[in-house]
């Protein structure tokens, strides 16, 4: 079978196109999009230029990012969006933001986050990424307070010296 999986969006694609008519559009939950080479790629360049004229995009100089981050701002009501170009990126940042200053970050055992990012949290963040429902999809409110309970429990005995015996 993993001799197979790396040809499934090409057996995905062939089905696609014998089933959908060729105008159109087409949502692919695979790949990073078209892969256009030369006269195909300059051609829908030309096509989207024809539509809207493209911009030079700087980063804090406006351009085509600053667009999509403002219909964004509109789309959600929030006072400000920001385009990351990865979900990875995306994820780390989010847990950077919101885990403030604490440097342990309960997630889930079998996350993306935490089987294929981890590395990332503790990099770049010094967030350590503490798995929580070993082989589960998810955990519940009372295993995260537990967790945090345990972890309280963990620090007061790091920080407390130990008592002399008063005997």
Do not use: C, W
């Not at 079978?1 to 959908?20: D, E, F, Q, W, Y």
């Not at 519940?140 to 002399?164: H, R, S, Y």
Request: net charge negative; charged share 25%.
């Amino acid at each position: 079978m993993p001799a197979v999986l790396p040809a499934t969006p090409l057996l995905a694609n062939s089905i696609n196109k014998k089933t959908i008519a060729a105008n159109e559009p087409l949502v692919k939950l695979f790949g990073d999009g078209e892969l256009y080479d030369g006269l195909p790629y300059l051609e829908q360049l030309q096509a989207a230029n024809s539509k809207q004229q493209l911009k030079v995009d700087r980063y804090g100089s406006g351009g085509a990012v600053e667009e999509l981050e403002k219909k964004f701002e509109a789309i959600t009501g929030k006072e400000k969006a920001i385009y990351m170009p990865s979900g990875t990126m995306a994820n780390q940042f989010a847990i950077a933001m919101l885990s403030g200053e604490n440097t342990k970050v309960f997630v889930q055992d079998t996350s993306h986050v935490y089987r294929d990012e981890a590395d990332a949290a503790q990099s770049i963040f010094n967030k350590r990424l503490m798995p929580l429902a070993k082989n589960q999809t998810f955990f519940t409110v009372d295993e995260l307070k537990k967790a945090i309970e345990n972890l309280d429990n963990e620090e007061i005995k790091k920080t407390t010296p130990p008592q002399e015996d008063s005997k």
